[in-house]
């Protein structure tokens, strides 16, 4: 089957580190997307991992164990404009599966 | 810059009207996709199309139908909408259908009532 498992809600404070895990099942897995995805707009690409390891990007990074059907963001000095929700996406031949969205709240 | 629209942000139908949703990229990318968003539920697939007049079906595709006559532009249509499917609607497109990343429309919230 077809499965993708992260956190519904996240809340950090601004400045601090957040990391937002995600499992995944899935036939043919070709690799795992992050997306961002603020109110009432579109999701935006962050980052897609094929290959195990960590990939940073500025302040986000993400990590993907194929092995163990793991994946995390990784979000450093939070700013508030970092309030969002953002998904996780594995990938296989034909499509994109996503999980239902981790909804991170940022505090000053 | 990929640009990916969609004809309404917003639209009220009532219930047994058919509804259009149109989907227009200019990046001449083969894939094309619709999904609904829903609270707790999350993306889910209703229809693709990986080429002209090509499509399959996703994962929810029970009630909806779509067309694709030219390679920019895909439509979903819903031939006698119900309150069920009131939701937000949005549209994708990529070059490679599962290593590539989908660049997504603006969504129409659809309510029927």
């Known amino acids: 089957g077809q499965n993708i498992d992260q956190p519904t809600e996240m809340t950090a404070t601004e400045g601090a580190i957040v990391q937002i895990n995600c499992t995944y099942q899935?036939?043919?897995?070709?690799?795992l997307f992050w997306y961002q995805q603020h109110a009432g707009e579109a999701p935006t690409f962050l980052s897609y991992?094929?290959?195990?390891g960590l990939e940073e990007k500025g302040r986000f990074s993400s990590f993907l164990s194929r092995s163990k059907g793991y994946s995390y963001l990784l979000l450093k000095e939070l700013q508030m404009k970092d309030s969002a929700s953002y998904l996780c996406?594995?990938?296989?031949?034909?499509?994109?599966?996503f999980g239902t969205g981790t909804r991170l709240q940022v505090f000053p | 810059d990929v640009k990916v629209t969609q004809s309404s942000r917003y639209l009220v139908k009532r219930t047994g009207e058919k509804v259009f949703l149109e989907c227009v990229q200019d990046?001449?990318?083969?894939?094309m996709f619709w999904y609904r968003q829903d609270p707790g539920l999350g993306l889910r697939l209703i229809y693709f199309?990986?080429?002209?007049?090509?499509?399959e079906k996703g994962d929810i595709p029970e009630g909806y139908s779509v067309s694709r006559e030219k390679k920019e532009r895909f439509s979903l249509i819903l031939e006698s909408a119900s309150t069920n499917q009131t939701s937000m609607y949005l549209c994708?497109?990529?070059?490679?259908?599962?290593?590539?990343?989908?660049?997504f429309g603006p969504g129409t919230r659809l309510l029927v009532l």
């Open positions: 994708a497109s990529s070059w490679d259908r599962g290593r590539e990343t989908q660049y």
């Open positions: 991992n094929v290959l195990d």
């Open positions: 996406a594995a990938s296989n031949t034909d499509k994109l599966i």
């Open positions: 199309s990986y080429d002209v007049k090509m499509k």
């Open positions: 990046m001449d990318h083969e894939n």
């Open positions: 899935t036939s043919g897995f070709n690799g």
